[in-house]
Every structure is written in C-alpha cells, then in structure tokens.
C-alpha cells in the first residue's frame, strides 16, 4: 500500500486559509489521493479526493502537483469547526483505507 | 448525518465477556467495513464485507469475527475481552468497495467499548 506523510499538527489563525501537505512519494498511476477529517468524539468524514488534477468542492480544494507525489489541502478560510484531524489517505485496490496519525489542525481564535 | 447507523453508542462490560456490536450501511450501499481507533493504535482497519461476502481483512485479532447479513447490515462479535480491547469501534460503507480507489466511505458516528 502507497504509504503517506504528513506533519503531526499545524495551527491556523481563524478566518485565514491553511495549507495541509501530504507527501506520497510511492504513489501508483491509478491510485486516488483521498482527504477525511475526523472531529473530536466524531467518526471520520469525507472532505475531497481527486487523480490528477485539483478539485475544489463546497468543503475545500486539492491541490495535486504535477508529479502526484504530493498534494495540498486548502481550506480558504479555517472557521473553529474545522479544528480536527486531516487524514492523507491512498486507498488500496478494493477500497481498504488504511488511516495514518493525520495531520491535528487547530484553529486559533 | 452520515446515513450510517452504529448501536449502541456506549457499552459497558467486563474481561472475558462477548459483545456484538451493530451497523446499518447507508441506503444502497452493499460494502461495509469496520475499524478500531485507540488512544495508541488510532485508526485500525479490521474487516470489510461486500453483500455478504468477506472482501478484505486487516487488523482484525481472531476473538473479533463478523457478519454481513441478506438485508445488508453487519454485527461486529469480540469475544474473550480483554482490557486492551476498549476502543472506539466505527464501521462505514460505500457503495460497492470496487477494484477502484475512487470510492467515498461514510462512517457511522461509533461504538464506545469499555471493558472494565
């Protein structure tokens, strides 16, 4: 399975944009690059997945570079409710979604 | 609301006990999977079912078993508790766990197990 990196936690201030990186060095050419988001005491949701190009949904945008060995997440602007854990995820063949640490975002008031 | 439901929300029970724990995918979706999230294991992938057929196995111990039954919902059996087994339990479907990797899940809102 395509292994992914992403920093343990980063801060934002409120109503500013933040940047999530991920870095997924190994990934094949038909792997998908998925995003969730798992709020305190909440099951994970999912926040957007895109296989070349970037996608932009009412949630945020994925900004995938052009080598596909790393992506971006960008939330325009960070509210408190997305104070949360990002997930950087490739999905194995069969749809197994094999979660890492993720990335603990705070939002700063 | 995620159109998953996960019963119960919490329980309660003592080592060496069995349990089973429930889940109704979403309308439609016919694959399920179950995961494990503890304070220092965070999110394991146990088990995935597609109408009624075991797909795929992850971390799943051998006192854990489950089921995936004709109308599409699944029971989740751990047996011989230990203390190590309290855990969030979350299960999430999607709507056929194909070959592709392009397929969303939706996750239930979780079992709290305490093994006490």
């Known amino acids: 399975d395509a292994k992914t990196t992403q920093p343990n936690s980063m801060e934002s201030n409120e109503e500013e944009p933040v940047h999530l990186p991920c870095n997924h060095s190994?990934?094949?050419?038909?792997?998908?690059i998925h995003w969730y988001r798992q709020l305190p005491s909440q099951g994970p949701e999912y926040v957007i997945h895109g296989l070349t190009s970037n996608v932009n949904n009412r949630m945020a945008s994925l900004a995938i570079a052009e080598d596909r060995k790393s992506s971006t997440l960008i939330l325009h602007r960070a509210t408190l409710r997305d104070a949360a854990v990002y997930y950087c995820i490739l999905p194995s063949t069969g749809n197994q979604f094999y979660f890492g640490t993720g990335t603990s975002l705070t939002v700063i008031p | 609301d995620s159109g998953v439901t996960q019963t119960p929300k919490h329980l309660i029970t003592a080592t060496g006990q069995r349990v089973t724990l429930r889940c109704s995918p979403r309308?439609?979706?016919?694959?399920v999977y179950w995961y494990q999230q503890s304070l220092d294991q965070g999110l394991q992938f146990l088990i995935q079912?597609?109408?009624?057929?075991?797909?795929a196995k992850g971390n799943i111990l051998e006192r854990f078993s489950a089921q995936q039954f004709p109308d599409l919902h699944s029971e989740l059996n751990l047996s011989s508790l230990e203390l190590g087994d309290s855990a969030l339990y979350f299960c999430?479907?999607?709507?056929?766990?194909?070959?592709?990797?392009?397929?969303?899940?939706?996750f239930g809102s979780g079992t709290q197990l305490s093994v006490l």
């Open positions: 999430a479907s999607s709507v056929t766990g194909s070959r592709a990797t392009n397929e969303k899940l939706f």
């Open positions: 190994t990934i094949s050419g038909t792997d998908y």
């Open positions: 309308s439609g979706d016919l694959s």
């Open positions: 079912y597609y109408n009624g057929e075991e797909r």
